[in-house]
């Protein structure tokens, strides 16, 4: 088993979401998009061995290696499941993990990557390169491949940048991900591959152009394919704006939105922290229908679904959920005395014993928010 270095970002109770850079780059290619993604998420940034942190590679490597020494950080970190983006190297990585491990992987993002790489011979060609030359012998031939070269010419300081980026590589782990690339070839896999994924593309990649990635739209079922202009290989660092709002966008369920207003960030991000494979399609239910469906519909407001769902929830004698949602009818504006009322008058229709009971969660309830201020604690919600 290969290690694999992991610097951590973002949210500590936020869901995972594992970030993967390209070949002869390191995490630091995610920095430009970080910024919004951290606001939500926990992040995982794991190098390729040999590239950042990660220790050199001693053997020849498959995709496979790499996809295993993903899986051991998630285990290292007692992470069950995690969403996953990929940038070239990474992508491919993440096509593996999501038809190989697929309870391990929830909602995926393929960019500038391939599912079977072309110019093969120049892979060879290269590790041969850097084996007599070391990573600066690859450098001119690299980094017109990443940035376009209007963006180049406008910001020298970023070509620098990359440049050492590039050249921090350790040379025989470069070399043997270079071989990994000349053999691959992952287009048997996308068929098998469920997971919700998007596919970026830069519109100048001269590396992977967008002809493989809407090879992987085509493969994978349910594949949605973005293009990004202007970019090329290292779109992360020439339209990093756009990529983290398209990311955050493919990695928030539909109701997503509506959830967080109503319940709060603490909620749900503990709610999706807490999801292992037996749990996901439920809270993906939840968050779809419930939230997306229903709660999202425009017919009532926010405030009149506040009404109804503690009425029905104290009919049901539905304690558990019914805390939760007397936070949320809070939320919605409700007062004090205007949810009181509400379970007064289902007393007449759904019974004394039930009202009564709810009266007593939403007077504990609204005092514990009263002495903490805190959010919701418990873990399931619809």
Do not use: K
Request: glycine share 8%.
């Amino acid at each position: 088993m290969i290690e694999l270095a992991c610097a951590e970002a973002g949210r500590p109770d936020g869901p995972p979401l594992v970030l993967l850079n390209s070949i002869g780059s390191s995490a630091a290619m995610w920095t430009p998009c970080l910024a919004p993604l951290a606001e939500r998420f926990r992040l995982l940034l794991i190098d390729h061995p040999g590239h950042g942190g990660s220790p050199s590679a001693s053997r020849p490597l498959t995709v496979a290696d790499l996809g295993r020494g993903v899986l051991a950080v998630l285990d290292r970190l007692a992470v069950g499941r995690a969403d996953l983006a990929g940038l070239s190297l990474g992508g491919m990585t993440g096509i593996w993990l999501a038809a190989h491990a697929p309870d391990r992987i929830g909602r995926l993002a393929l960019l500038c990557t391939t599912a079977a790489p072309a110019h093969r011979d120049a892979y060879r060609d290269r590790a041969a390169a850097v084996r007599a030359g070391g990573m600066p012998a690859v450098v001119e031939q690299v980094l017109p491949l990443w940035i376009t070269r209007r963006l180049a010419d406008r910001d020298p300081e970023l070509r620098d940048r990359l440049a050492a980026m590039l050249t921090a590589v350790d040379p025989e782990s470069y070399a043997r991900c270079c071989e990994l690339l000349a053999e691959l070839d992952l287009r048997a896999d996308l068929a098998r591959i469920a997971a919700p994924t998007l596919v970026l593309a830069g519109e100048q990649d001269p590396a992977t152009p967008p002809s493989h990635a809407e090879a992987i739209v085509a493969g994978v079922a349910g594949a949605r394919l973005e293009l990004l202009s202007p970019a090329a290989h290292l779109a992360t660092v020439e339209q990093p704006g756009r990529i983290a709002r398209l990311l955050l966008e493919h990695f928030q369920l539909p109701g997503d939105t509506v959830r967080r207003a109503v319940l709060g960030d603490a909620h749900v991000d503990r709610a999706a922290a807490a999801t292992d494979a037996f749990s996901r399609p439920f809270q993906d239910f939840i968050t779809r229908y419930a939230w997306g469906e229903i709660w999202g519909r425009p017919g009532l407001s926010r405030r009149d679904r506040s009404i109804a769902t503690l009425a029905v929830l104290a009919a049901l004698g539905a304690e558990h959920e019914l805390a939760l949602h007397v936070r949320g009818a809070r939320t919605n504006g409700l007062t004090d005395a205007e949810i009181a009322e509400v379970l007064l008058h289902t007393a007449v229709y759904a019974g004394v014993p039930r009202a009564n009971r709810a009266t007593a969660i939403a007077r504990e309830t609204l005092a514990e928010l009263d002495r903490t201020a805190s959010g919701p604690t418990t873990e399931e919600d619809a």
